[in-house]
């Protein structure tokens, strides 16, 4: 008896939880807006990035990289695809 019921109350209660989920409006993202830098401000950004040794791979950093420039690299894609949606 026990069994049946928390069957029961699993077939009410797990389509009333997920129903809530669904109600919400995936599309309706909106990505917060992005700083447009002056081109002066990126070039020298550029020659600072130039500067840093060549990126780290991700999984194996070592003495000869710059995980800052690894990250900077990441952050460019990130940026890249946000304003791409």
């Known amino acids: 008896m ?3 019921k928390t ?3 699993s077939a009410i209660a797990v389509p009333a939880l997920l129903s809530a989920c669904a ?3 995936s599309s309706a993202f ?3 807006p992005l700083v447009d830098y ?3 401000f990126q070039a ?3 020659e600072e990035l130039e500067a840093l040794p060549p990126a ?3 999984h ?3 003495d000869d990289c710059s995980g800052l420039a690894r990250l900077i690299e990441d952050y460019g894609e990130l940026r890249a695809r946000v304003r791409a949606r």
């Open 2 to 4: 026990f069994r049946h």
């Open 44 to 46: 020298r950004a550029a």
């Open 7 to 9: 069957l029961l109350l």
């Open 30 to 32: 909106l990505p917060p």
């Open 56 to 58: 780290c791979p991700l």
């Open 23 to 25: 109600a919400e409006d």
């Open 38 to 40: 002056p081109a002066a």
């Open 60 to 62: 194996a950093p070592g």
